[in-house]
Nanobody, 122 residues
Framework: QVDLVESGGGLVQAGGSLRLSCAAS????????MGWYRQAPGKEREFVGT????????SYADSVKGRFTISRDNTKNTVYLQMTSLKVEDTAVYYC???????????????WGQGTLVTVSS
């Protein structure tokens, strides 16, 4: 079992930046592909991006491509989401999870935690 704790959210003006962290305890993250997801008020949870175990391969949703960057520090058992040029529509609770891919289908391996709230004001 692994406990994931997201942090770093807050209130920021449009155009600003934030860096979110996802820290793990109980198990190393270093062998897992990790994902960031978000859920805006009244909407379904949506994919934001992923990073492979070594940190050299990332992928992003079109809505955040070029503005968000995922990185990781396996020595600290932590994954990061650097968000720049934030837009009002980025307002959401952000979650991280280990990812599991079986026969081409990817799913979240962990139960969703509390996440961290990002609010972008206009």
């Amino acid at each position: 079992q692994v406990d994931l704790v997201e942090s770093g959210g807050g209130l920021v003006q449009a155009g600003g930046s934030l860096r979110l962290s996802c820290a793990a305890s109980g198990r190393t993250l270093s062998t897992y592909r990790m994902g960031w997801y978000r859920q805006a008020p009244g909407k379904e949870r949506e994919f934001v991006g992923t990073i492979n175990w070594s940190g050299d391969t990332t992928s992003y949703a079109d809505s955040v491509k070029g503005r968000f960057t995922i990185s990781r520090d396996n020595t600290k058992n932590t994954v990061y989401l650097q968000m720049t040029s934030l837009k009002v529509e980025d307002t959401a609770v952000y979650y991280c999870t280990r990812l599991l891919t079986v026969q081409g289908s990817t799913s979240a391996l962990d139960a969703w935690g509390q996440g961290t709230l990002v609010t972008v004001s206009s």
